[in-house]
Each structure stands twice: as structure tokens, then as C-alpha cells.
């Protein structure tokens, strides 16, 4: 190699080294990845949902979910080999989202339907994903503050954080996953349990340790520009986009849920969700 | 004109690069054009890749950026072939410095927009950046051996 090529390839790894620094300064000076003072406020942006949405949510007609089937509802449960999660000696459905998240307020009407069909809700809360993020301002519920009762299953959402940014491009922490919680969602939300593009995802829904889903079950695009009402309503009309949806979605979790309680209630195991458990 | 064993070697990397990044932008591409299937947020929230693939940044002037990217990853193909390397022609060598400069100036304006506009990154563009990166270091690093190529051959055909 001669002295010219020599100079050049000095040269050249040169340009190289401050092409790289180049981009550390950027990283650096990044507002996401500069120090954060995370403010967290526990705050949430929701209100309770008036009645008339808690009663048209948690009261969709048989008649309506037998129509839908599946509906458009995609994402299948998938099956784990777990020990059994229980609370309060029942099956435990455990729930990690954010109110922030469109994926999650995609989800939480079907789980609402869902659920209604195994406990009853109080306190439901209404709020709005993220208006920067993807599907911006779905209207959705909330289940922070709310309680579930049933016979049958434990509910345990955690929504980790609200819809309020903290001026550091995140939100505000809104609940923490206890210790337990925290090292099952650590270990199930992640491969191999889950697809590697799934991993970390929220919704993350561990039904009983034996199955789970990541991600919303049908297309969020169908809540786009709905508001609260409105999609409350649309999920008694077996014929709308929303119901075929967020009710399709539905019945899949009622199958899956059907399935870690040896399918009881029986009002809730009807013979079309026996239908649709063959499949998970 | 032959090629040394380094350029050799320079090529067949950059051609491997090159298609890696070439298999990415398709990927990114088919996502673009058949909405997005990623229905789930990631947990790091900062890591999002229908946040970054539908923003408004995801076109410039109407074209989508990943068919750009899709572009520039068929060029170099061309441009790392050992085919190019071995070429004299003075517009191929010095293009290929200049597209992969381009290339890179372009990986810096969307780092930017990804970290200051988004505050979120997509894990498969980072792949492409990255490769586009790779491609840039290859193509400075074989101009210089190339120089010392035509160098060895003019002074082999001189003394000859």
C-alpha cells in the first residue's frame, strides 16, 4: 500500500469516526432519550362512563353475538403450558395495557362484553387513546378504578400508564404491576411464548396461565372517529363494522375464558362458543 | 482490468449488504401497502412501527419513503457488483461514493424525525439505516483500495 492510499484510508476512517460521533449526538441530544424526569401523577385522563354506555356494553344481546361468530375478530389465543394462575381461588385474567395505547382501547369493548358475560363491572371508566399515536383518540374504556366481580374468574387489569404526556415524548405512570404480576407478565410477554414481534406487547391478557393474547384482536380502524355512544350502540347492531369486530373479539375471549372455567356459566358457554373453542 | 483480492471482497460484501437491505425495504414496503397487521403497542413505547410507518413523515412529496428506500438498495446492487468495481468509467465510481453519501445523509434526516418529531423508532427502518450505514463505510473503504488498484495496474502497464 502506498503513501497516497495510506493518507486516503486515514482519511477515510476519519470521515467514518465523525459520521458515528455525529450520530451519538444525536441519540444524545434526542428529547426521548435525553435525562427524563419522569412526572408521575397517577393521574388519569378518564371520567366514569355515564349508564346508558355501561348498560349497552355490558349488555349485548345473545341473539346479537350468536350473529357475529367471529365476526372480522383475528389474533387467536395462544395456548401455554404454564402452571395454573389463580386469585382468590378462581382462574385469574390477567390484564396489562395503557391508556395511551390504541391497541388497548381497542380491546378493552371486547373485554368488557366479554367479562359482563362472567361478573359484573362498577365503576367503569371512559378515556381516549394517545391524539399523536396511531388510531389517534379511540374512545374507549378504562379499567383503572373500576372493580369486577364474578363467581367464576379474577379479574386483574393493571393499566400502566395514562394518556397524559409527561413532556419527555411518554406518558405518566398510572399503575404498577406488583412483584408477582410483574414476573409473570416479564416472563409470558415474551418468546418463546409469544412471536418475537409480540414480545413486550401490550394488551398483554394471560387467561389462567393457559393461554394468552398480545396485541387487539380485531382491526382498531373500525372505532376510528366513533365516540363513546356510538360504538356502544353499534355493538347491539350485529350487521356494523364494530360489532363485528369488537363482538367477534368477544367471543373469542368468552371461548377462551369459557375454557380455563371448565365452561361455566353455562349462560355464557352457549353452544356457539363451544363451537369456537374447538378452534383455540 | 482485474480486481484485487480486497476489492473483491469489498464487492461481494457490499452486494450482500445491499440485498439484505434490498429483503428489509420489501418487507417494509408489502407493510406500507397492505396497512399495517402489527395490532399490539410495545412495551418500550418508544420502539413503534405503525407509529413511524403511518406518520406524516412516511411520504415525501406523495412518495412513500420505504419505495425510496426499495430504490436505493436496487442501484447499489448494481453499484457493489464486481462488475462496477472492475469498471474504469469515471461517473460509476465517483456515483457510487455520491449514492451511498446520499444514502447516508438520508439515514441522518430520519434518525432525526424518528428521535425529535416521533419519539419513537421502527425497529425494521433501523435495519435499513443501519445497512445503509454499512454500505457507506464499504464504498469509502473500497474507493480508497480502488485507487490503489488502478494505481498498482498503471504502474504495472508502465513498467510493462
Not at chain 1, 249 to 262: R, Y
Request: hydrophobic share 40%.
Amino acid at each position: 500500500m502506498n503513501q497516497k492510499t495510506k493518507r486516503n484510508l486515514f482519511i477515510s476512517l476519519g470521515i467514518i469516526l465523525v459520521v458515528v460521533i455525529l450520530f451519538i449526538i444525536l441519540i444524545l441530544t434526542s428529547p426521548k432519550t435525553s435525562k427524563q424526569s419522569t412526572q408521575s401523577t397517577n393521574s388519569s385522563g378518564t371520567k366514569p362512563a355515564p349508564a346508558a354506555i355501561v348498560n349497552d356494553v355490558t349488555n349485548v344481546p345473545e341473539t346479537t353475538l350468536n350473529a357475529v361468530g367471529i365476526g372480522t375478530a383475528n389474533n387467536k389465543p395462544i395456548p401455554i403450558k404454564a402452571p395454573n394462575l389463580l386469585a382468590n381461588n378462581k382462574p385469574e385474567v390477567l390484564y396489562e395495557g395503557a391508556e395511551f395505547c390504541p391497541y388497548c382501547a381497542t380491546e378493552r369493548w371486547a373485554m368488557a362484553v366479554a367479562l359482563s358475560k362472567f361478573g359484573t363491572f362498577t365503576n367503569l371508566q371512559e378515556t381516549h387513546s394517545s391524539t399523536t399515536d396511531v388510531y389517534p383518540n379511540t374512545q374507549t374504556l378504562s379499567f383503572y378504578k373500576s372493580t369486577y366481580t364474578s363467581n367464576y374468574i379474577t379479574f386483574t387489569p393493571i393499566e400502566i400508564e395514562t394518556n397524559i404526556s409527561n413532556g419527555n415524548g411518554g406518558y405518566t405512570t398510572l399503575q404498577t404491576p406488583t412483584k408477582t404480576e410483574n414476573n409473570i407478565i416479564n416472563k409470558y410477554d415474551a418468546t418463546p411464548y409469544l412471536p418475537s414481534q409480540d414480545a413486550g406487547a401490550i394488551p398483554f391478557i394471560d387467561f389462567g396461565g393457559k393461554y394468552l393474547i398480545a396485541g387487539a384482536t380485531y382491526n382498531p380502524q373500525v372505532l376510528q372517529g366513533k365516540s363513546h355512544s356510538q360504538i356502544a350502540s353499534a355493538l347491539a347492531d350485529s350487521k356494523s363494522p364494530i360489532a363485528q369486530g369488537a363482538d367477534g373479539a368477544a367471543n373469542i375471549i368468552i371461548a377462551t375464558i369459557c375454557k380455563i372455567t371448565n365452561n361455566q356459566p353455562s349462560t355464557a358457554c352457549t353452544p356457539l362458543i363451544k363451537e369456537i373453542e374447538k378452534n383455540i | 482490468m482485474g480486481l484485487n483480492k480486497n476489492l473483491k471482497t469489498i464487492s461481494y460484501l457490499g452486494v450482500i449488504f445491499s440485498l439484505l437491505g434490498l429483503a428489509d425495504s420489501i418487507y417494509l414496503t408489502i407493510a406500507h401497502y397492505t396497512a399495517p397487521t402489527i395490532l399490539a403497542c410495545p412495551e418500550s413505547k418508544f420502539i413503534n412501527c405503525a407509529k413511524v410507518t403511518t406518520s406524516q413523515y412516511a411520504n415525501v412529496h406523495g412518495i412513500p419513503i420505504v419505495f425510496l428506500g426499495l430504490i436505493f438498495f436496487v442501484v447499489m446492487i448494481g453499484l457493489q457488483s464486481p462488475m462496477a468495481w472492475k469498471s474504469s468509467l469515471r461517473f460509476i465510481r465517483i456515483g457510487r461514493l455520491v449514492f451511498s453519501s446520499i444514502g447516508l445523509v438520508s439515514v441522518f434526516g430520519l434518525v432525526y424525525i424518528e428521535l425529535d418529531k416521533l419519539q419513537a423508532i421502527c425497529l425494521y427502518c433501523t435495519g435499513v439505516h443501519v445497512l445503509t450505514f454499512i454500505l457507506f463505510i464499504i464504498t469509502l473503504i473500497g474507493s480508497v483500495f480502488l485507487d490503489n488498484n488502478t494505481h498498482s495496474i498503471n504502474a504495472k502497464t508502465t513498467k510493462n
